[in-house]
């Protein structure tokens, strides 16, 4: 008689489903890591802008005309001057001559309804966050779903 060496279809099922619940588990956390990276495209251009904004008040003495296309505190983006980023919008909701606001706005799925801002005393606020997320407890920026900043 001859043996026949493989696998039973018993184990092929049972190596079917170990790699079924570990994927289970790593695939939301994997979406959360990479939600959390487009959230720093939005962090960096703020304080960008942030310094952008100081540089033109040095030279101006003013915020009003700032985040204009052609300034120092032109608006990140492609085109340039534009605010868009690959994952959020960048704009000035607030110009006065001693107060600015700088508000960064999610695009896609994902970081739909996330706002948020930095203004000319350095306060970083979480205006609001996509559904499932938890608003943060202080003035921050949110870098978690848990509200975490």
């Given at each position: ?19 079924a619940i570990l ?13 959390r990276g487009k ?111």
């Amino acid at each position: 008689m001859q043996r026949h060496s493989g696998f039973t279809l018993i184990e092929v099922m049972i190596t079917i489903a170990i790699v079924a619940i570990l994927a289970a588990v790593a695939l939301p956390n994997y979406s959360a890591y990479i939600t959390r990276g487009k959230i720093a495209e939005a962090t960096s251009a703020l304080l960008a802008m942030r310094t952008k904004m100081e540089q033109f008040f040095q030279d101006n003495r003013t915020y009003a005309g700032a985040c204009a296309a052609g300034t120092v505190a032109a608006l990140p983006g492609t085109p340039p001057g534009s605010g868009q980023l690959q994952y959020f919008t960048i704009d000035c909701p607030t110009l006065t001559p001693t107060t600015y606001t700088i508000r960064a706005q999610g695009k896609g799925n994902d970081l739909a309804n996330m706002t948020l801002t930095i203004d000319q005393a350095n306060v970083r606020t979480t205006v609001s966050v996509p559904a499932g997320w938890t608003m943060p407890a202080g003035s921050c920026w949110v870098s978690k779903k848990a509200g975490d900043c």
